[in-house]
């Protein structure tokens, strides 16, 4: 009677362990995310970075650019590195910030059409321009992501800590980089950086969200142009923070009073 009953605790004593490792890998499968395929990535970061509405920002451009032999230029080489840091909303359209890298800092303000400079005095400038006029530094454009949206499968993902990076490339400066600059740059572009169809080129956009909830983190361009004039390089770093938070920017008292926001 005591042998059974020792054999039968050691069953019992064995079903539990059984039991409990069941359960414990019932559990584990619950508590694994399921392993998201390519194709899903990418609908899914381009889908954060559509719905991304406000954010505060800081975006850092370089740009070199070396003219050739004969091009009857001062500077041969030209080399800006500038960088911007403020806050963004887009509905409404409204961007606010400070510049560095030129002479002095300036304080800019961007809303629809507008693109507003203070000066020394204090006072607000006007300083948009025809080809600038839909340049706004909010690190990517929804136009971009919406294009982009359309080029899902020559996109590739890789992975970077805690963040899945999404890279779209392409060489073709005529049909796609020089139709459509200011859409693929225009959010970034504070050194006049220009593709022509006069010569070659390639573009390179990495959009980073991140892998637990697909929040936009950052955007990075590399950019070379190459024509009988010059070679470029632009390479432009973006972080957002504040993602979706329910941001707004200040307008300007001035543009509050004339009703221009």
């Known amino acids: 009677m005591t042998k059974m009953k020792k054999t039968l605790s050691a069953l019992f004593a064995v079903l539990a362990l059984i039991c409990l490792f069941g359960c414990q890998q019932s559990q584990a499968k619950k508590e694994t995310p399921k392993e998201l395929s390519q194709?899903?990535?990418?609908?899914?970061?381009?889908?954060?970075?559509?719905?991304?509405?406000?954010?505060?920002i800081?975006?850092?451009?370089?740009?070199?650019?070396?003219?050739?032999?004969?091009?009857?230029?001062?500077?041969?080489?030209?080399?800006?590195?500038?960088?911007?840091e403020g806050t963004f909303?887009?509905?409404p359209l409204r961007?606010?910030?400070?510049?560095?890298?030129?002479?002095?800092?300036?304080?800019?303000?961007?809303?629809?059409?507008?693109?507003?400079?203070?000066?020394?005095?204090?006072?607000?400038?006007?300083?948009?321009?025809?080809h600038r006029i839909n340049e706004k530094p909010v690190g990517v454009k929804?136009?971009?992501?919406r294009y982009f949206q359309t080029q899902k499968d020559k996109f590739k993902v890789s992975d970077q800590d805690d963040n899945y990076?999404?890279?779209?490339?392409?060489?073709?400066?005529?049909?796609?980089?020089?139709?459509?600059?200011?859409m693929l740059l225009g959010a970034v572009n504070f050194v006049a950086f220009r593709y022509s169809k006069n010569g070659q080129g390639s573009y390179q956009v990495n959009l980073l969200v991140s892998k637990d909830n697909f929040t936009p983190m950052a955007v990075t361009y590399v950019?070379?142009?190459?024509?009988?004039?010059?070679?470029?390089?632009?390479?432009?770093?973006?972080?957002f923070s504040k993602q979706n938070s329910g941001l707004r920017v200040e307008v300007p008292d001035e543009f509050v009073e004339s009703g221009e926001q």
């Open 165 to 182: 990076v999404l890279t779209f490339e392409t060489t073709d400066v005529k049909n796609i980089l020089e139709p459509n600059q200011n």
């Open 223 to 239: 950019c070379k142009f190459d024509n009988e004039r010059a070679t470029e390089n632009l390479t432009s770093k973006v972080k």
């Open 89 to 91: 909303e887009l509905k």
């Open 39 to 56: 194709e899903e990535i990418i609908d899914k970061g381009l889908q954060a970075f559509e719905h991304l509405k406000d954010s505060e």
């Open 95 to 130: 961007v606010r910030g400070v510049l560095t890298g030129y002479k002095f800092p300036e304080e800019r303000y961007y809303s629809t059409g507008i693109e507003y400079v203070k000066n020394s005095k204090g006072e607000w400038e006007n300083r948009a321009t025809t």
């Open 58 to 84: 800081k975006i850092e451009v370089s740009s070199k650019r070396e003219y050739k032999e004969g091009v009857d230029v001062k500077d041969k080489h030209f080399n800006r590195d500038v960088t911007f």
């Open 142 to 145: 929804p136009e971009a992501i």
